[in-house]
């Protein structure tokens, strides 16, 4: 039995937690500064719609003052085990002066790539680099950026242009992400996790419950 499995009918607590990061993949995004050089950022709130990521940023940002004037970005998609690399960036920024709400926590670091111990590879249809570390990158361009209702943050609709998987990921000889193979870095909480034990598969699948080039362990998602 997990220890993730209610035991008995559900009693709700009315409670009010500070985040709501209630599970999703960790983007460490790629844009371009002013001159020229690359800022990298992690980030967690981005959602996919077909080929339209749209993704929320922090209006103080680096990265959202960077989208505001040049739209090229890259989506790089860590794996789990990568977490480290993400949490090395996460207490830097790339705006000098620091943001005030920032002042506490954080401080302003121009080389970030070096920082996290990751290595730039060029794009091919954005200018900014992609994470060539990360199993999976989506090159794509800002179609709208605009604040959100409350003015504290960033919406931002991005239309990917070109995608690039590690061919370990890929189910072979087809365009599909193998998601036996795939892991990706998910932020619970503000807690780093992979993906747990599969349950089923949509019905809109096009990929079989083991794909992967390996046999799963007794299937569960490496």
């Not at 800022?39 to 749209?54: F, G, I, K, Y």
């Not at 996460?90 to 943001?99: D, E, I, S």
């Not at 111990?117 to 992609?130: D, E, G, I, Y």
């Amino acid at each position: 039995m997990t220890t993730s499995q209610p035991l008995g009918p559900i009693k709700h607590l009315t409670i009010t937690p500070k985040i709501l990061y209630f599970g999703t993949p960790v983007v460490l995004l790629s844009t371009e500064n002013e001159d020229g050089s690359a800022n990298l950022a992690p980030m967690s709130s981005a959602w996919a719609l077909d080929h339209v990521v749209v993704l929320g940023l922090g209006r103080a940002g680096q990265s959202g003052h960077n989208l505001t004037h040049r739209p090229d970005m890259v989506i790089n998609l860590p794996a789990a085990h990568q977490w480290q690399a993400v949490e090395r960036l996460a207490p830097l920024t790339g705006r000098h002066p620091v943001p005030v709400d920032k002042h506490d926590r954080f401080r302003h670091e121009p080389a970030k790539f070096t920082a996290a111990r990751l290595t730039t590879q060029a794009s091919l249809r954005v200018r900014p680099p992609r994470v060539a570390e990360c199993p999976l990158q989506l090159e794509a361009r800002a179609a709208d950026v605009r604040p959100d209702s409350s003015g504290e943050f960033l919406l931002v609709e991005a239309h990917v242009l070109a995608v690039h998987a590690d061919s370990r990921i890929v189910v072979p000889d087809t365009d599909h992400i193998d998601p036996a193979a795939w892991n990706p870095l998910i932020y619970n909480f503000r807690h780093y996790f992979g993906l747990g034990e599969q349950r089923g598969r949509s019905f809109r699948s096009e990929t079989s419950l083991t794909t992967g080039h390996h046999e799963p362990r007794r299937g569960t998602i490496p």
